[in-house]
């Protein structure tokens, strides 16, 4: 079953509207996460590092105050869209390393369609 | 942030085919990471090779990869056309902390 459960897998809504979507592990405690945006037909960009009781770092070109992350818990992240515009639409999808797990593979949410009307 | 190479961009190939294809990467690692993407769909992890590591197998998948070139491929033998879905090689360096960067993938259809 699914280790990482994110939420909600589709949005759309109207221009200006702020979106959130969150990022959960089920199975472990993540002390990092990592907020990842995918345009169609095109590979995973990563977004930034959300680091739990800290703040998120960011990918260069990436607005922190256009995508602001949470990270208050060890099992859930929230990635807010502010203000979100047409641009902004896109696949979001987290992931979340296990400090357990060494250099396993990290674990992937399903993604969030999001569609700016 | 720079993303590897990736080649070819889309592969078309009949069941019972043979399905090769490349990545190239830009820095030091420490694993490279081959996924799998359905379309619209989250990722599903393929298979992990070290640095150190050469040549590793897991069902119907090879994967290789070569240190001095950066370069890994991605084999997937005997294709069937539930392996229709995009690739994708992920790089992750020592000093990362976990930080993957993808390469840009390789769409493959595979057809009955």
Redesign the interface.
Known sequence: GAVVSQHPSRVICKSGTSVKIECRSLDFQATTMFWYRQFPKQSLMLMATSNEGSKATYEQGVEKDKFLINHASLTLSTLTVTSAHPEDSSFYICSARDPEGGWQPQHFGDGTRLSIL | ?Q?GEEDPQALSIQEGENATMNCSYKTSI??L?W?RQNS??????LI?I?SNEREKHSGRLRVTLDTSKKSSSLLITASRAADTASY?CAS?TTDS?????????T?VVVTP
């Not at chain 2, 619209?40 to 992890?45: D, N």
């Not at chain 2, 902390?97 to 993938?105: E, M, R, S, V």
């Open positions: 942030s993303q420490n694993n990471q996924y619209g769909r989250g990722l599903v992890h992990l070290r994708f992750m902390w976990g930080k993957l960067q993808f390469g840009a993938g769409q």
